[in-house]
């Protein structure tokens, strides 16, 4: 079992930057990927970015390309996700992730990030 806790949310205005952390703990991690969703009220979660564990390989979304980075720290198991420029259409709770195998199974609780206009 692997457990994930996020943190680094809050409030920004347009154009602002934010740094969310996922530290994860428990067994040690052995899933192909780690990656950051996002879930807006009213709205399906998406995923906004993925990080291969072993590569380092990197997918996100297109609505935040060029904006958001995501990398690791492997010796730490943890994962963080830049976001610069954010946008009012940012405002979701972020939630952290870690795949077992291929599939998505651990989850983090979330952290709210609100971009005011």
């Known amino acids: 079992q692997v457990q994930l806790v996020e943190s680094g949310g809050g409030l920004v205005q347009a154009g602002g930057s934010l740094r969310l952390s996922c530290a994860a703990s428990?067994?040690?991690?052995?899933?192909?990927?780690m990656g950051w969703f996002r879930q807006a009220p009213g709205k399906e979660r998406e995923s906004v970015a993925t990080?291969?564990?072993?590569?380092?390989?990197?997918v996100y979304a297109d609505s935040v390309k060029g904006r958001f980075t995501i990398s690791r720290d492997n010796a730490k198991i943890t994962v963080y996700l830049q976001m610069n420029s954010l946008k009012p259409e940012d405002t979701a709770v972020y939630y952290c992730a870690a795949t077992e195998g291929y599939v998505y199974r651990y989850w983090g609780q979330g952290t709210q990030v609100t971009v005011s206009s």
């Open positions: 990080i291969g564990w072993r590569d380092g390989s990197t």
């Open positions: 428990g067994r040690t991690f052995s899933g192909y990927a």
